[in-house]
């Protein structure tokens, strides 16, 4: 399969093309820069799973590539530190990618393919007296560099002759130092204003297996120095990285230049995306499944794309959302609304509808035969005849809503109340005549009537109208399924911001979990992954982990716009 996006949304050409690298790239093509092609490259480190940001890159870099005839894209796994990565990583990632819609046929690489032209390419600047061993140690090496506002200090060994720094090297690699003892540096300038110039690290010694190499290397490249020599031996054209980079940019071009490496690749900087009410730090992500703050790597409130994926999210309404933010210089925060929309957006024309009785309260109707059940068709989708329909079995005793009952309604509540009459979804008009309690006073059981001449919930013959609809699931053949109300896992918008502990704003109503909803019996056989709009309710996803024929669970992937929340909202602004 041809690396390529195959996102079903339409956008407007400019929507797509009119940003400033795909215009750097036009302009590349124009002048027959790169011989007329266009190579990039998404080089995840396999130290964790991929998260919302990551999908932002590589829509880009995949989807660049795929829009220029012989654009190729590869995944490249950046694995030069055996002691945080591990395999787990590296298949979540690639199923990631896969998931996304995009594949790299047979690009795929890992910066461990290049350790042997890696450490030539580091004994080449040392013979050129453009490396050193350095035995400072870690705090030392800090303590040289400097500040932004002061200049860094040379190393008592930054003159070491090339025999001794071949020697030291060697040992390096021999296995004879431990970790830190002794460090590789290029020898560029002490001075720079830009701290990434001052004699960076380049190698380093970590008695670590690798999970790729094994024990064949005890020093690693790092993480400057193997990105753009990667980039240049893959022939990558444009390397696309987010703007934190944008200050490494000079020590990119100054290892490219000083080994006169054939290719050179052009890096462009990129804004990073940030959504209010999520964190993308992995280390933050790391610190929530650490500390069980979470389920885990794929709980359905994590950014991550295997917990999106869990949640019910789509790969498309995931590119549509990457297409609608666009790529920037400027750093700036998603409204997580945008987000949803997309996914709203979706999932609307292709998920069918069925009814699902959330917080269930009985419903008895006492003028319909007891012993009777019928059939109502109703259609999967108002709008999409091809999806079908499916038979509502209807009974004397139902399930609706807690919250469609009020014994006291307020003004603009257009659901049951005693004496008021509401239409139930595809079926009848019901009035509720009476409420049983229990011993505490709280609603068990509404005592209802239904007319019979409104069945499949049209306007009875004398023309009275009802202005509320609710939905219903019959009681002896409702199944009973756990429904997790996801929310954000955060209750401010840029959690974490200014230093503070972001762990003390995670939301605790981030997830509510319903052990006892009614779904309708066309649901008995859903499938992990299925998603369906409960009406009136939200959209959801079965959950791919914990359900099963026996025991089925829900999850919401987002809501419906709710009229009756904004309008109970505006009631409370009111009051206050």
């Not at 940019?249 to 209010?276: C, G, M, V």
């Not at 280390?283 to 409130?301: A, F, Q, T």
């Not at 009848?428 to 005549?433: A, E, V």
Request: net charge negative.
């Amino acid at each position: 399969m041809k690396a390529q996006s195959t996102n079903t949304t339409t956008h407007s050409e400019s929507s797509v093309q009119n940003n400033f690298i795909r215009q750097i790239i036009a302009e590349d093509l124009k002048t027959n820069k790169n011989e007329g092609q266009v190579v990039t490259r998404f080089p995840p480190e396999p130290n964790g799973y991929l998260h919302i940001g990551h999908a932002k890159s590589i829509c880009l870099n995949f989807g660049i590539a795929s829009e220029h005839k012989g654009g190729q894209c590869y995944l490249r796994f950046d694995d030069t530190n055996p002691s945080k990565e591990d395999i787990e990583y590296v298949e979540s990632i690639k199923a990631d990618v896969h998931w996304l819609g995009y594949d790299w046929e047979n690009r795929l690489r890992h910066s461990s393919d290049y350790f042997e032209r890696l450490h030539e390419y580091a004994i080449a600047l040392i013979k050129m007296g453009k490396a050193y061993v350095c035995s400072l140690t870690t705090e030392q090496i800090k303590e040289h560099r400097g500040t932004l506002r002061e200049p860094g200090k040379n190393s008592p060994y930054r003159e070491r002759t090339i025999e001794e720094n071949l020697e030291l090297f060697a040992r390096m690699k021999a296995g004879e130092f431990a970790d830190g003892e002794q460090v590789l540096r290029a020898k560029i300038d002490m001075a720079s204003p830009n701290i990434n110039m001052r004699d960076p690290i380049i190698y380093r010694v970590k008695n670590v297996a690798h999970h790729k190499t094994g024990n064949k290397w005890c020093i690693y490249p790092m993480y400057d120095f193997t990105h753009c020599l990667s980039d240049a031996i893959e022939g990558i054209t444009h390397s696309l990285c987010t703007l934190e980079f944008e200050d490494h940019r000079p020590l990119y071009d100054w290892t490219l230049n000083t080994l006169n490496t054939q290719s050179h690749p052009q890096q462009i900087e990129f804004a990073r995306l940030s959504l209010k009410y999520m964190v993308m730090s992995k280390r933050k992500l790391y610190e929530l499944v650490e500390n069980n703050h979470v389920s885990g790597w794929d709980d359905p409130r994590m950014p991550t794309l295997v917990g999106m994926r869990r949640r019910g999210y789509t790969p498309e309404a995931i590119r549509d959302f990457c297409d609608c933010i666009g790529i920037t210089k400027n750093d700036t925060q998603i409204e997580m609304g945008v987000l949803e929309n997309c996914i709203r957006s979706d999932l609307d024309p292709k998920t069918a509808r069925v009814m699902a009785v959330l917080n269930p309260l009985r419903v008895v109707i006492e003028n319909y035969p007891e012993d009777q059940v019928e059939y109502f068709d109703a259609p999967y989708h108002p709008k999409e005849a091809n999806m079908g329909s499916r038979q509502v079995p209807f009974s004397q005793v139902l399930y609706i809503e807690q919250d469609d009952f009020l014994e006291e309604p307020p003004k603009k509540f257009f659901r049951l109340a005693p004496g008021r009459e509401v239409r139930l979804r595809y079926a009848y008009f019901l009035t509720c005549q009476s409420v049983v309690k229990d011993d505490k006073g709280e609603i068990v059981e509404l005592r209802c009537t239904y007319d019979p001449e409104t069945r499949g919930g049209s306007n009875p013959p004398d023309g009275r109208k009802v202005k509320g609809t609710i939905h219903w699931v019959s009681e002896a053949h409702a199944v009973t399924a756990e429904i997790r109300l996801y929310d954000r896992l955060f209750n401010q918008p840029n959690p974490g911001a200014g230093g503070t502990d972001f762990t003390k704003v995670l939301n605790p109503n981030s997830v509510e979990i319903l052990t006892n909803s009614k779904v309708e019996p066309s649901l008995a056989n859903a499938q992990a992954s299925n998603r369906y709009q409960f009406e009136r309710q939200g959209y959801f996803c079965v959950d791919n982990v914990d359900s099963s024929e026996k025991a089925l669970v829900f999850n919401r992937i987002v809501t419906l716009r709710d009229s009756w929340a904004k309008i109970e909202k505006g009631n409370m602004n009111k009051k206050s």
